[in-house]
Nanobody, 127 residues
Framework: QVQLVESGGGLVQAGGSLRLSCAASGRTFSRYAMGWFRQAPGKERKFVAAINWSGGNTYYADFAKGRFTISRDNAKNTVYLQMNSLEPEDTAVYYC????????????????????WGQGTQVKVSS
């Protein structure tokens, strides 16, 4: 069983930045593919970014490219999502997800491929 705890959400003005963190349990975090997703009220959960085991391969949704950066610190069992130039459209609950022992090279970009989820952290961007 893997437990994920997100933090770092909050209220920010448009153009501002936030860094989300997701702390994972387990001694084999370095073998987890990790992803970030978001869900706005009344909408489906959408892919934001993903990172493979080593952090050498990253994947982004089109809206995240150039503004968001996913990274991980395997020594701290933590994955991060740095979000810059935030827009009101980025308002959502952000979830991290883990896929233990997925492929070493890639990381999934669809929610169905992940096994574990955090409770989410709210991000609200005011105009």
């Amino acid at each position: 069983q893997v437990q994920l705890v997100e933090s770092g959400g909050g209220l920010v003005q448009a153009g501002g930045s936030l860094r989300l963190s997701c702390a994972a349990s387990g001694r084999t975090f370095s073998r987890y593919a990790m992803g970030w997703f978001r869900q706005a009220p009344g909408k489906e959960r959408k892919f934001v970014a993903a990172i493979n085991w080593s952090g050498g391969n990253t994947y982004y949704a089109d809206f995240a490219k150039g503004r968001f950066t996913i990274s991980r610190d395997n020594a701290k069992n933590t994955v991060y999502l740095q979000m810059n130039s935030l827009e009101p459209e980025d308002t959502a609950v952000y979830y991290c997800a883990a896929l233990p022992y997925g492929t070493i090279v890639e990381a999934p970009t669809t929610p169905e491929e992940y096994d574990y989820w955090g409770q989410g952290t709210q991000v609200k961007v005011s105009s």
